[in-house]
């Protein structure tokens, strides 16, 4: 949910700690994220929900950082980026559908590109460090397409509009 939602990768949600969560802010410092970066990144409200209910559910331990190991011999330490990698491997194929790591924070950044978010946003949110990697990242859809073709013509259309009214433009 985190990485869905926050565009977080795999190595920042296992590195992540109790201290980088901001619930006032509904934030999250990500401290050496891609290219060695620190950034901030926003929580949805569903998955401040998810990781609180899983913050309750979590043993008390002396580990600042937030995702543990459930089962095992490792059972109570950090789970590591292949441990999360392997949980959403197995749920994916259990649920039927094909997904990773990493085209989750592809589906945020196109959720939120199709949501009318600016693509510098998108970029800033995901700690690119160009505008090409994250339009890589982003598929336009049709419907936005659509949208943003329409909002334009009709600005065009005004703008025509008031041009072809204006003195010496008769056509």
């Known amino acids: 949910m985190l990485m869905l939602r926050s565009g977080m990768r795999v190595a920042e949600v296992a590195n992540l700690t109790l201290d980088d969560i901001d619930y006032q802010r ?3 410092l990500v401290l050496c994220g ?3 970066k620190d950034r901030v990144v926003y929580i949805s409200d569903d998955s ?4 609180a209910v899983y913050l309750t559910l979590r043993p008390i331990v002396k580990e600042r950082r937030v995702f543990l190991v459930e ?3 490792y059972r109570r330490q950090p789970i590591s980026v292949r441990g999360i990698q392997k949980r959403i491997e197995f749920y994916s194929k259990k649920c039927g559908v094909s997904a990773s790591c990493h085209q989750l924070c592809h589906t945020m950044a196109t959720q939120l590109l199709n949501a009318d978010a600016d ?5 800033d949110i995901l700690g690119h460090s160009g505008v090409r990697t994250t339009q890589r990242y982003s598929k336009l859809s049709n ?7 329409f909002k334009a013509m009709d600005t065009v259309m005004k703008r025509t509009s008031v ?4 003195p010496g433009n008769m056509e």
Request: aromatic share 4%.
């Open 119 to 123: 693509l510098v946003s998108i970029q």
């Open 48 to 51: 401040a929900e998810a990781l």
């Open 71 to 73: 089962k095992g011999i």
């Open 34 to 36: 891609k290219g060695s």
């Open 26 to 28: 509904s934030q999250i």
């Open 163 to 166: 041009q072809s009214e204006g």
């Open 143 to 149: 419907r936005k397409a659509q949208r943003d073709y």
